[in-house]
């Protein structure tokens, strides 16, 4: 089937086909939540999920190698200031009460460098 036609394909047509195992996930079989998961796993680019707390929701393989974690275990629930925030680019460390991004989320507002 060609790229064209492959769009016009309807949602329970859908198969994903895991090259390393040969598996076949259908739409008729996969819940929302495994497409999900399917789609944060298989993208190059870190993703991660921050509560309101501050706390690490969710974790994809990227982004846990570009933390350099082995683990979503290692990062989930934990304070995301502790994992990926806490030391200026000198070297020096960089409390979570100075830390704007923190306070964005205690304060419910948008945070820029340039403010």
């Known amino acids: 089937m060609d ?5 016009n394909q309807s949602p ?3 198969e994903h086909h895991d090259h390393a195992g040969g598996a076949v996930i259908t739409a008729d079989t996969a819940s929302a939540q495994d497409l999900g998961t399917l789609l944060l796993n298989s993208t190059g680019e870190g993703i991660s999920g921050t ?9 994809n393989p990227s982004c846990l190698k570009l933390l350099g974690f082995e683990s979503d275990a290692d990062v989930l629930g934990k304070h ?9 680019p000198n070297g020096d460390p960089y ?5 704007r991004i923190y306070q964005a989320f205690l304060d419910s ?3 820029s460098r340039n403010r």
């Open 3 to 7: 790229q064209v036609s492959n769009l």
């Open 95 to 99: 409390a979570v009460q100075e830390c």
């Open 80 to 88: 995301v200031h502790d994992l990926a925030h806490h030391t200026r």
């Open 51 to 59: 509560g309101m707390d501050g706390n690490c929701t969710l974790a």
């Open 12 to 14: 329970h047509d859908f």
């Open 109 to 111: 507002i948008r945070v």
